[in-house]
């Protein structure tokens, strides 16, 4: 559990209007794009039948989010970013709409669905850092981690109940799931449009490779900055168990596709309920030392998972490794949120996502490579010790990092020392 005390003040989150509105709409929009994502995947392989196309579904989403991220950064630093976000949700809607009408009157096919997807992941590139980097603006610093918490608990109960709730509507036709996503994403576009977010106009620049890749040269500036980000890159390379669920469920712990979907469940459950002890508990020392303690939690529960021969445990580690998890994202993302000055946190924010999408996207793939060849246990026990290494050569060159004690913004004896 990471260390951390009841807040000296009895500040509650839902006192900030604003942070009410922004989570709402987070709510709606993540539920929004779970049962979606459900929806496109059902009706694409149903029409082709070709396990390929599913793929594509990925790779229509995962090309924009990398190739779009710095100039969407760029923007978010020049612009309203509410307005950024309200844009790309406000997108997405007419997105799903289309594909809700098309479905709902047969004219939809495979290229159709992509194509529309394809503009969905655009979007969201554009939508991702503007909507990072608004948080911080909308409660007091004191809070932010406490904020962060609950705002990730929206997308782990959708994670967790999205899909389910799709697949139940889908029994109706995949128009009724795009209609009620549709419905969804509009009721986040008005909260978001009547969220009142005030931020001080920035000075605008030109968009030159100077100010598109200023975020890369803020990271490489900020040591701390720099291991959060990092470390979140390599921990996620390394401990990507989850990617081989499908391979453990069938042949080692011997279980049908209900077992399947506990499996898949576990993480996320353990991430929500940690979600909310987060929520209402503000850390206030040591957080450097508590991020490394779980960042090796989740490296020690990727090992029991992967040695583990009965359900019952192999869900219990995963259970914790999604608590693990939780607590080391939260305080990642507050780290960089407040060690980043408002002008710079788009663009840091972009770099961040390049991060996240590629670290996820590699890391299935190196698990699928390293389970191909050496077999799933033991891909999964070297990717649990590969953690496990990462994060003792992470203390050991990051030691301001390590001894950081609040997620303000602080002076740490060595934190300036460079690699």
């Keep these: 559990m990471p260390t951390s005390t009841q807040p000296p003040t009895t500040e509650s989150l839902f006192q900030h209007r604003a942070f009410v509105a922004f989570w709402f709409a987070r709510i709606a929009s993540s539920f929004g794009f779970q049962m979606l994502s459900v929806a496109v995947g059902w009706q694409i392989y149903s029409i082709t039948g070709r396990a390929f196309d599913l793929g594509l579904i990925g790779l229509v989403q995962f090309i924009p989010s990398v190739l779009l991220a710095l100039p969407a950064g760029h923007l978010a630093d020049q612009f309203d970013r509410r307005r950024i976000v309200l844009a790309g949700q406000i997108v997405e809607w007419v997105a799903i709409a289309v594909l809700a009408v098309l479905t709902l009157t ?88 009547r969220l009142r977010y005030e931020r001080t106009p920035p000075r605008r620049e030109p968009a030159t490779l100077k100010t598109l890749f200023a975020g890369v040269h803020f990271i490489r500036a900020r040591k701390d900055v720099l291991g959060v980000i990092s470390l979140d890159l390599f921990a996620v390379l390394l401990g990507g168990a989850t990617a081989l669920l499908p391979i453990f469920a069938k042949d080692i712990l011997h279980t049908g596709p209900w077992g399947l979907g506990l499996l898949r469940a576990s993480p996320a459950v353990g991430a929500l309920l940690m979600s909310f002890w987060l929520a ?115 203390m050991a060159m990051f030691p301001g990092l390590r001894r950081r004690q609040r997620l303000q913004n602080e002076v740490v004896e060595g934190a300036t020392d460079m690699l």
């Excluded at 007091?140 to 999205?162: E, V």
Aim: net charge neutral.
């Design 280 to 394: 209402h508990h503000t850390m206030q020392r040591r957080v450097g030392a508590t991020m490394f303690a779980c960042v090796a939690g989740f490296g020690v529960a990727t090992l029991v998972f992967a040695l583990s021969t009965t359900l019952w445990l192999s869900m219990a580690a995963l259970f914790a490794l999604g608590a693990f998890d939780m607590v080391s994202m939260v305080i990642r993302g507050a780290l960089v949120q407040l060690d980043t000055p408002d002008d710079m946190r788009g663009r840091v924010s972009a770099v961040n996502a390049i991060f996240i999408n590629t670290s996820n996207q590699l890391g299935e793939f190196e698990s699928g490579m390293l389970a191909a060849w050496i077999g799933a246990v033991h891909a999964t026990v070297l990717g649990g010790v590969g953690t496990l290494i990462v994060v003792g050569l992470w």
């Design 106 to 193: 047969h004219g939809i096919h495979e290229v159709g669905i992509l194509a529309l997807v394809l503009v969905i992941g655009i979007a969201k590139a554009f939508e991702f850092p503007a909507l990072q980097s608004m948080l911080p603006a909308l409660v007091p610093p004191a809070i932010l981690s406490r904020a962060m918490a609950i705002n990730s608990s929206a997308g782990q109960a959708a994670m967790i109940m999205g899909p389910a709730l799709g697949g139940l509507l889908y029994v109706a036709g995949p128009g009724v799931v795009y209609s009620v996503s549709a419905v969804l994403y509009l009721v986040a576009a008005t909260l978001m449009s």
